[in-house]
């Protein structure tokens, strides 16, 4: 099995400190709430790039032992892409949005996407209506720390869940989501 992060391996003893840490948090979080993996929503980014839509298992062809080899052609990834950021949680997709070509994804921008995801929440997930009822886990970018979106956080009380940083390995949308949703998308960009 291949990684589809790069996960540093010489980790300092801060970083790894900060993991165990955060494995603790997590675990007392979720024993004080019996309800906390099915209460967490997951955020997160990736560029999802213009590709042929024809996979190379797509493309399999049943041959002899005695057909010719074919030939290998490598694919370049395309400079045309689009960025999608996508909420999720136990039950599915809740908000997804793609960012405008042009787009910088900054503090203001991902508050407006936040308050579109709280309005999305209200109407479909009444369930996390109530202050307090859902964690959000998005990764340290530059954007998820800004004052503003911190702001809004509390004051929806909404618990945003702490992330150690060098810690691709702990986002779930890379292992599962992404690659489906990557998947679902190629060649309709």
């Not at 298992?57 to 290998?72: D, F, H, L, M, V």
């Not at 970018?141 to 909404?158: C, D, G, M, P, S």
């Not at 869940?161 to 989501?177: R, T």
């Amino acid at each position: 099995m291949v990684a589809s992060q790069f996960v540093p391996h010489a980790l300092s003893d801060d970083q790894i400190y900060e993991r165990v840490q955060y494995a603790k948090d997590i675990i007392k979080t979720a024993s004080r709430n019996t309800n906390f993996l099915n209460s967490t929503v997951a955020e997160d980014e990736t560029w999802c790039f213009r590709y042929d839509p024809i996979t190379k298992c797509q493309s399999a062809e049943w041959k002899s032992p005695t057909s010719p080899k074919g030939k290998k052609v490598h694919l370049q990834k395309p400079k045309v892409k689009t960025m999608v950021a996508c909420f999720y949680d136990s039950k599915g997709i809740i908000h997804h949005e793609f960012v405008p070509e042009g787009q910088n994804v900054t503090g203001s921008f991902y508050l407006s996407v936040l308050e579109r995801l709280w309005k999305r929440i209200r109407s479909v997930w009444p369930e996390y209506s109530a202050p307090g009822s859902w964690f959000l886990l998005h990764d340290n970018a530059t954007f998820h720390r800004a004052v503003a979106v911190q702001e809004f956080l509390a004051q929806k009380q909404v618990c945003a869940l702490h992330h150690p940083p060098y810690s691709p390995d702990l986002s779930p949308c890379d292992y599962f989501l992404f690659p489906k949703l990557k998947l679902a998308l190629k060649g309709r960009l």
